[in-house]
């Protein structure tokens, strides 16, 4: 059962424009969702994260929004950069149990 | 501080070979992880662990063994590969289990198995 669902599997912006990613989850259980960005051939990394008892978290250029009635979160990045380019994967957690989804591929053209 | 370190980075197994995926951090992390990632999925949590000596299954046990004699080494063993194991193997650790803290990430292992 896939609890944690990325839709899009690639997004392509302009540099300076806003990169949206969405992620869809089912269990209402979770209590943290995160975002990480990897590059080729190396491991995740951590970008940013949000308690299921806030709407908003906010850290530089990256902003992430929870809605719970929706159990829908999406990951803002104003303003995207080149170096920005990479995969982005949601996560959603409950103590050991962390689930991903399957990832977004985010381009950012010059 | 190298992080995690995942050993090796690539390897090809033929159908029932077995093999050890070593894992070690050095940030003095209790918990660590072995994830599994296949092509176009996100990663699937094989086994964790909370402490040296303390081990349990995750999402995706079957076809795997571990063992946690220190912090700072996870190994994850494959005993009879099948082809259904190739995927890319990620080790994590953190500070404490579940809310926002980070799991940090080695660099994989890229396992086909033939």
């Known amino acids: 059962d896939q609890q944690v669902k990325q839709n899009s599997p690639s997004l392509s912006v302009q540099e300076g424009r806003i990169s949206i990613l969405n992620c869809d989850y089912t269990?209402?259980?979770?209590?943290?969702f995160l975002w990480y960005k990897k590059y080729p051939a190396e491991g995740p990394t951590f970008l940013i994260s949000?308690?299921?008892?806030?709407d908003k978290n906010e850290d530089g250029r990256f902003t992430v929004f929870l809605n719970k009635s929706a159990k829908h979160l999406s990951l803002h990045i104003v303003p995207s950069q080149p170096g920005d380019s990479a995969v982005y994967f949601c996560?959603?957690?409950?103590?050991?149990?962390?689930?991903f989804g399957a990832g977004t591929r985010l381009t950012v053209k010059p | 501080n190298a992080g995690v370190t995942q050993t090796p980075k690539f390897r090809i197994l033929k159908i029932g070979q077995s093999m050890t995926l070593q894992c070690t951090q050095d940030?003095?992390?209790?918990?660590m992880y072995w994830y599994r990632q296949d092509p176009g999925m996100g990663l699937k949590l094989i086994y964790y662990?909370?402490?040296?000596?303390?081990?349990d299954k995750g999402e995706v046990p079957n076809g795997y063994n571990v063992s946690r004699s220190t912090t700072e080494d996870f190994p994850l063993r494959l005993e009879l590969a099948a082809p259904s194991q190739t995927s890319v193997y990620f080790c994590?650790?953190?500070?404490?289990?579940?809310?926002?803290?980070?799991?940090?990430f080695g660099p994989g292992t890229r396992l086909t198995v033939l």
């Open positions: 994590a650790s953190s500070y404490r289990a579940g809310g926002p803290d980070t799991q940090y």
């Open positions: 269990n209402s259980m979770f209590d943290y």
């Open positions: 949000i308690s299921s008892i806030k």
């Open positions: 996560a959603a957690t409950r103590v050991f149990d962390m689930r």
């Open positions: 940030m003095n992390h209790n918990y």
């Open positions: 662990s909370v402490g040296a000596g303390i081990t």
